[in-house]
């Protein structure tokens, strides 16, 4: 191959391709630490680790491709959708890894970062007030007691890789650890709610739908400024301002 290409970039980590290799470059040497621990630990195929050195993670490209991303179309057949969820649900069942995740913030932490982030999108004009205060009680719904599970922590539409019926890895384990199972399932599903249904048939077990639409509106609520300031457009179709807007 002769030419890299560039898969997410921001200031904090990049991600490229070269060939059959992905390098990781991360300025936060914990969240690599993570990564790779996460992955050995992981009961669901993940990528192999081809070398390491900080600043940098070598890892092989996977098998298959995506279900979608946030903001294009879904594809893959529901017996694919269907796969990721049983396969969300063997990660979630494992022995809990040592440490707290992503998805494992308490309930106070989480509930006084939201409130600070909806100041300050109505403050700075970047939403409506009303868009703000219906997205902020739908997300209370989140803010409760769980059990922790082994979760992923980041597992949007777009780390998952299937073969048709089957996953044949997950990828960015960086914001693994302990934490609420339907945070993962809510992530996975983001802006793509029609295949919600088919994600929780493969999961396998009751899920509070409530909850999934809580997580929704909070992560997209916690998203939309960050991800401005990082030169994303979370207005987007499809994209998180259009969750937002779809609680209404």
Request: glycine share 8%; hydrophobic share 45%; net charge negative.
């Amino acid at each position: 191959m002769d030419e890299v290409k560039v898969v997410v970039a921001h200031s904090e980590r990049a991600t490229l391709r070269v060939g059959d290799v992905f390098l990781k470059v991360d300025a936060d040497q914990a969240r690599i630490d993570v990564e790779v621990e996460a992955m050995s630990l992981a009961p669901v195929p993940t990528p192999k680790v081809l070398w390491r050195k900080p600043p940098v993670l070598a890892i092989a490209a996977l098998p298959g491709t995506t279900l979608g991303r946030l903001g294009g179309p879904s594809t893959g057949a529901p017996a694919a959708w269907a796969a990721a969820g049983a396969a969300i649900r063997k990660l979630h069942d494992a022995p809990l890894p040592p440490r707290p995740g992503r998805a494992g913030r308490s309930i106070v932490a989480l509930a006084a970062e939201l409130d600070d982030e909806c100041e300050l999108l109505v403050t700075n004009g970047v939403l409506p007030t009303d868009l703000v205060t219906r997205n902020r009680q739908v997300a209370e719904a989140a803010l409760r007691l769980w059990a922790p599970a082994f979760t992923h922590g980041d597992l949007q539409v777009a780390h998952v890789f299937v073969d048709g019926g089957e996953v044949t890895g997950i990828i960015d384990w960086s914001e693994a650890g302990q934490g609420d199972a339907l945070y993962d399932l809510a992530t996975f599903t983001l802006g793509h709610e029609e295949r919600l249904e088919d994600v929780v048939a493969g999961y396998g077990t009751d899920i509070d739908l409530d909850v999934i639409h809580a997580w929704w509106s909070l992560r997209s609520l916690l998203a939309v400024r960050w991800l401005i300031e990082h030169g994303f457009d979370p207005f987007a179709p499809g994209c998180e301002v259009d969750v937002l807007r779809s609680r209404m």
